[in-house]
């Protein structure tokens, strides 16, 4: 009987047993609505006595009234304390039961998944550890209930193992067609010469020796030379996957070497993400901005994690967290990328064999712009050469007034602006020049952003022009001194590290104890600096500042001041000074000479121990510049310092 009609007839006879008024008829039809059984039903209905019936009928309807009570109570007590697993139990009965009603069979479907994954497993080329793993595990998982988490887990697991590659017959053939790879470093990067020669001396040594652990090549450079698409372009001249593992700012070592399954959310590391993406055991993983991964944490240290990965003795049988099994990456070719060296740590830079690579030069930066960049942007704009023509001299302008970097990324983006103008002028059916000139550059790009540096400068005591070195490449470095009413008290700013602190004192030393040999009177410069205060300033005082190349350059400075010579303004210095005056070498003098090339200055002074280093300066820099090269600051100040204006007048 439906549920509403129930209720109907209880409210029908409970209303009927409160409208009587004999107590026999009360009894009987309270025994009647009453769940009785037909023992208890009959001595009530034996019982002629109405006093004792209505005894016996509350008695029953008291201990019926306890039991269900007590059962409400039991019933209650347990939805309360009915544990989640036990309800997940109900609530997948219930799914199983729906299913049923639909025709369809969970079990059957697991059972499928299951058949399948087996299959997988036993087509796989796994090694004895491995397979005695899976097996293991796929074991457990058949035990288990499909629908419990612990299910989930060996299944991902189990999957895991399944789209990795293992074997040897899981890696891809390398071509090794050295005048093809020679055609396509030259087709794809110009000048590198270094690096393109170190990239075909690897893949000649990988053709005799297929079977031998090649160095694993860093290359550390600035921003913009093409590092990273160095890796895609080995990649395809030896016809293998390229994947690409972004390091900068990782910070917990479980990114690296992957996490215990016994954590939520388990997965392995990038190494083994980047070996299933691949498919195969033999790809190109290039490791981009090593050194930008962050130091040893509470979560660990990520630069200690990647030893094992990139130490060929030991990659053969690398173990990631989540598998926990040995996997050979000694086939993998790995290619590292950086900004600056000084920042990789030293365990992991002994294991790799270091290409430095510097900044273009502003031929070089036409070259690429005609042949790489342009052609480039056209197709990203939708335009074709017919359209459009950006002459050399639009490209050295943008090279030289509205980009100054080491490499070529501003300029092409400011190159995409030129040709997103001419394709608006084209869609919006605005007559444009098929040329454009250096006269369209301020209307569409506006004024420019850099200019010569010394264009302005007039030779001046106490400012002189030195070099720094930046991960981004060179930079002129000015130092500025001067004089003031004060206690004698010496002022360093600009955001200066304590290395560069350290250089300018040694400077001032040297100047106070030997100014003599250099035209300084000891005597007078002591007598200043009593009633005077020394303030030592290096612009652009927002920019940190640290290293010792800046001690030639504040010597000078130094001199110049208290001589009253003024220093010229179109040569700069770099080298670090003792408190003898001699000069030692400095590191980043490519970069420094090419920063000096691009501001337009043509003179350079350099640590004669730096002498090793010009041939790595550009042919068409050192054609178009006078390297000076000394030992001493003797033989700085003669270049540098012009005659004091009384002097000329005098001479005059």
């Known amino acids: 009987m439906p549920t509403a009609a129930k209720t109907k007839q209880r409210a029908q006879g409970l209303a009927a047993i409160l409208a009587e008024r004999s107590p026999g008829m009360i009894a009987d039809l309270s025994a009647a609505h009453l769940d009785l059984s037909d023992d208890d039903k009959l001595p009530i209905l034996l019982e002629t006595e109405v006093s004792d019936r209505l005894r016996k009928v509350i008695e029953l309807a008291s201990h019926r009234t306890n039991v269900l009570q007590v059962k409400r109570d039991l019933d209650r007590y347990v939805r309360e304390h009915l544990s989640k697993h036990e309800h997940d139990a109900v609530l997948r009965h219930k799914l199983r039961a729906i299913q049923s009603e639909l025709g369809e069979s969970e079990g059957e479907s697991d059972e499928r998944g299951l058949h399948e994954l087996e299959q997988r497993l036993a087509a796989q080329a796994l090694p004895s550890e491995a397979r005695a793993a899976a097996d293991r595990e796929l074991g457990r998982l058949r035990r288990m209930h499909p629908q419990s988490g612990e299910a989930a887990i060996a299944r991902t697991y189990l999957e895991w193992i399944v789209d990795l590659p293992w074997g040897p017959d899981a890696a891809s053939p390398d071509i090794l067609d050295i005048p093809r790879a020679r055609d396509l470093l030259e087709a794809h990067h110009y000048g590198l010469e270094k690096v393109k020669k170190r990239v075909l001396e690897y893949l000649s040594v990988r053709k005799l020796a297929p079977h031998k652990r090649g160095p694993i ?21 030896l016809g293998r996957k390229y994947v690409r593992i972004s390091l900068g700012g990782v910070r917990d070592d479980a990114e690296i070497r992957g996490h215990r399954r016994t954590y939520i959310g388990a997965l392995p590391g ?43 003795e ?13 996997y050979d990456l000694s086939k993998v070719i790995f290619l590292c990328t950086a900004n600056e060296l000084g920042a990789i740590p030293d365990v992991l830079r002994d294991r790799l064999e270091v290409i430095p690579l510097s900044g273009y030069t502003v031929d070089e930066k036409l070259a690429i712009a005609r042949e790489h960049l342009l052609p480039r942007q056209r197709g990203e704009n939708g335009l074709t050469p017919d359209q459009v023509e950006i002459p050399d001299e639009v490209l050295l302008a943008l090279a030289t007034q509205y980009t100054r970097e080491s490499g070529v990324r501003n300029l092409e983006r400011e190159l995409a602006a030129l040709l997103r103008d001419v394709a608006m002028h084209l869609v919006e059916g605005k007559p444009t020049a098929r040329r454009i000139d250096v006269d369209n550059l301020l209307r569409i790009l506006g004024p420019p952003r850099f200019y010569d540096e010394l264009a302005s400068k007039q030779p001046t005591p106490g400012v002189v022009t030195g070099l720094g070195w930046t991960p981004v490449g060179g930079t002129l470095l000015f130092v500025e001194c001067t004089l003031g009413p004060g206690t004698g008290q010496t002022r360093l700013t600009g955001k200066l590290g304590e290395v560069m602190k350290e250089s300018a004192h040694a400077a001032l030393s040297l100047v106070r104890s030997r100014g003599g040999e250099f035209g300084v009177d000891p005597i007078a410069v002591s007598k200043q600096l009593k009633d005077h205060d020394l303030h030592l300033h290096f612009p652009a005082g927002a920019v940190p500042k640290d290293g010792p190349s800046a001690g030639v350059a504040v010597t000078t400075a130094l001199v110049s001041l208290f001589t009253g010579r003024p220093a010229r303004a179109d040569i700069a210095m770099t080298g670090e000074i003792t408190l003898r005056g001699q000069i030692l070498p400095v590191g980043g003098i490519r970069e420094k000479v090419l920063a000096a090339h691009r501001a337009g200055i043509r003179e350079v002074i350099l640590p004669d121990r730096n002498r090793k280093d010009e041939p790595e300066i ?27 204006p009384e002097e000329l007048a005098a001479a005059e």
Do not use: W
């Open 217 to 237: 090549l860093c290359l550390v450079g600035p921003p913009g030379v093409g590092k990273t698409s160095l890796g895609r372009s080995i990649a395809e001249a």
């Open 618 to 644: 550009p042919i068409a820099a050192r054609a178009d510049m006078r390297l000076h090269f000394v030992r001493h600051i003797r033989e700085v100040l003669p270049l540098v310092l012009l005659p004091a």
């Open 270 to 312: 990038r190494f083994i993400q980047a070996m299933k993406r691949a498919g195969t055991t033999n790809p190109v993983i290039v490791l981009d901005e090593v050194d930008k991964l962050t130091g040893a944490s509470l979560r660990g240290d990520p630069a200690a994690a990647l030893l094992e990965a990139l130490d060929p």
């Open 314 to 326: 030991q990659n053969a049988a690398f173990r990631d967290h989540y598998l926990d099994l040995d």
